[in-house]
């Protein structure tokens, strides 16, 4: 898992300077406070938004970060991609390489037989989190505006933990191309 963490920096310091405009910039959406139940979440993997709702109205926008080789739906572990389909929200925690996390009910029954049919396995421990635990305060804005994960969704630690406290069990995720 250190050597991943490592990866993903190392890719992640190398990637920042090839891009030219930042998901995060001019958004102002972060400022909104929630104040009560999340019970259902869409991720919109193209637009790099996370929109979370309660009884069908939106509660808040969030930019996030994807796996980084985003386009497409995971196929097998270490692809790199982010998961694409209709999850659960099944865990939560504070223990981990990242600040937080909610834990994403991927794979799939489906999930899994597409990738037992190419010889591979699906891989698991998909979730949406913080920053990784031993982060530079300098590499946040970059962590903000480049996909670095490794297939979840990334926000940052003030994000993960308003998600933490109002995410309701079992929480219905589609995430969406």
């Known amino acids: 898992m250190k050597y991943l963490i490592g990866l993903c920096l190392l890719w992640l310091s190398v990637t920042v300077n ?14 909104v406070q929630v104040t009560d139940s999340i ?3 869409v991720v919109y ?18 930019m996030i ?23 659960h929200i099944h865990t939560r925690s504070r223990e981990s390489s990242y600040y937080a996390n909610l834990g994403i009910d991927y794979p799939s029954m489906a ?3 597409a990738a ?42 003030y994000e993960i933990d308003e998600l933490y406290n109002w995410v309701i069990a079992n929480c219905p995720i589609s995430i969406l191309p």
């Open 18 to 31: 090839a891009q030219q405009s930042h998901r995060r910039d001019n958004y102002f959406e972060a400022f």
């Open 39 to 41: 019970d259902s979440i």
């Open 45 to 62: 993997k193209a637009k790099r938004e996370m929109q979370t709702y309660r009884r069908g109205q939106k509660v808040k926008k969030y």
């Open 65 to 87: 970060s994807l796996g980084m080789n985003p386009e497409g739906p995971k196929q097998f572990e270490g692809d790199l991609k982010t998961p694409e389909g209709h999850y």
């Open 111 to 113: 999930d899994s037989l």
């Open 116 to 157: 037992i049919n190419q010889n591979k396995n699906p891989g698991g421990d998909i979730k949406i989190h913080g920053f990784p635990n031993k982060h530079l305060k300098s590499q946040e804005r970059e962590f903000l505006n480049t996909d670095w994960t490794i297939g979840c969704i990334a926000v940052s630690n």
